[in-house]
């Protein structure tokens, strides 16, 4: 399947992966640095590993691969790094992860400065790679949100002038279904239409946890040659979506003991087990931040959920009428961002590490599927503040 018939996302993915195996190969050039911009997972571990497979061999990974974040390393550091040549490896690969510290605030000319001098006389063994998740490109470009797209011209006019610009987009509906199709080809086997269907509506277009699934599916029908809409509600419907909805099915029903019970099956049934508190915590936030787009546009049937919904944003369609009646539960706008703020905090919390992912998830759950304080009038701003 040639670049052109795909998206954005996957079209620009593809020019990068050819511009790097060409440099590799010998058979072109390419540029000492780019910037990866936007938040699409799958498509930047795609462009990692053309990158590693082209420049890092596995035995010279220690020396000549860097992970390097702004957050505890200093642009001056990085470019350093980027300067000096390894003695052990003839090439250098750096990732520059936490670029949206170039961006706060102060004007950063020093940093700047140091970017441009570099640029001018880059390392020719050395390549550059800056990982630009903080903005969030959709499939359709003319949807950006407005901090997006001042963020992106920002990225634009200053990295992006002295670097290769390889925008991730969202991956569309049909794209995810073309990947899916063609990557079950590869495996010599053919998945059906609907099937292919279900399972892009199940997990709305992430394609990370698609390609998990169809990982999966390719093993449980291995050696039949066909994928079926019955293979995929049993492998992926049943397992991992119809309990996410009946555990915000409990919160939004203020039944904590319920809630409990299914957050612990969630937990019990993953391969992964509570280091997939992640994955759960960000389908809890996605389902919260639905619900909070159906009450604020007052959706009251499933068929107008679909015009209130984006691409990319959807629930899958089983779950459409279940999501409008939780969501008409919540009495405002103000309890349904409570419970974004809370899943925000937790999610701070797991990513620094705890001792026990499971009794932050329990803890967020509870809290989810308690009644909110009530606000003193004469104390409103404390009473927040206890709300988190």
């Not at 990982?131 to 011209?153: G, H, L, Q």
């Not at 794209?175 to 080809?185: P, S």
């Not at 701070?348 to 599927?369: F, I, N, Q, T």
Request: proline residues 4%; glycine residues 4%; hydrophobic residues 45%.
């Amino acid at each position: 399947m040639t670049a052109a018939r795909w998206g954005a996302g996957f079209a620009n993915t593809a020019r990068f992966v050819a511009e790097i195996q060409a440099a590799a190969a010998g058979q072109g050039s390419m540029r000492p640095g780019y910037v990866l911009a936007g938040d699409e997972a799958f498509l930047f571990d795609r462009c990692r590993a053309a990158v590693l497979k082209a420049f890092v061999p596995p035995d010279l990974r220690d020396f000549c691969l860097s992970d390097l974040d702004l957050a505890s390393n200093s642009i001056f550091e990085v470019l350093d790094r980027a300067q000096t040549p390894s003695l052990m490896a003839p090439f250098q690969v750096i990732f520059v992860r936490n670029v949206r510290q170039l961006y706060t605030r102060g004007a950063k000319k020093d940093e700047f400065a140091a970017l441009d001098r570099y640029f001018r006389s880059p390392n020719p063994q050395a390549l550059l790679i800056f990982v630009a998740d903080f903005i969030r490109i959709p499939t359709d470009i003319r949807r950006m949100e407005m901090d997006d797209k001042n963020r992106f011209e920002r990225l634009t006019e200053t990295l992006g002038e002295r670097c290769g610009m390889v925008e991730l987009a969202r991956v569309s509906e049909e794209d995810a279904m073309r990947w899916v199709i063609a990557t079950a080809q590869e495996a010599d086997t053919r998945i059906e239409p609907d099937a292919a269907r279900e399972l892009v509506d199940a997990l709305g277009a992430d394609m990370l946890m698609i390609s998990s699934e169809v990982e999966k599916l390719l093993l449980y029908t291995m050696g039949r040659g066909r994928i079926t809409l019955g293979d995929v509600e049993t492998m992926v419907l049943g397992a991992k979506q119809r309990s996410l909805y009946e555990l915000t099915d409990a919160i939004s029903a203020r039944d904590r003991a319920r809630a409990i019970a299914l957050l612990h099956g969630l937990l019990n049934s993953s391969e992964a087990g509570e280091d997939a508190a992640i994955g759960h915590l960000y389908m809890l936030a996605k389902t919260f931040r639905q619900m909070l787009v159906i009450l604020e546009k007052n959706v009251r049937d499933s068929r107008a959920i679909w015009q209130a919904l984006w691409q990319g944003f959807r629930m899958p369609p089983f779950a459409a009428d279940d999501l409008i009646r939780q969501a008409r539960r919540y009495k405002s706008r103000r309890d349904l961002t409570r419970a974004l703020r809370l899943i925000a905090r937790a999610d701070l919390e797991l990513r620094s590490s705890p001792p026990d992912k499971r009794l932050v998830l329990e803890r967020l759950v509870y809290e989810l599927a308690s009644e909110p304080k009530p606000v003193s009038p004469l104390f409103p701003a404390a009473q927040l503040s206890f709300e988190g």
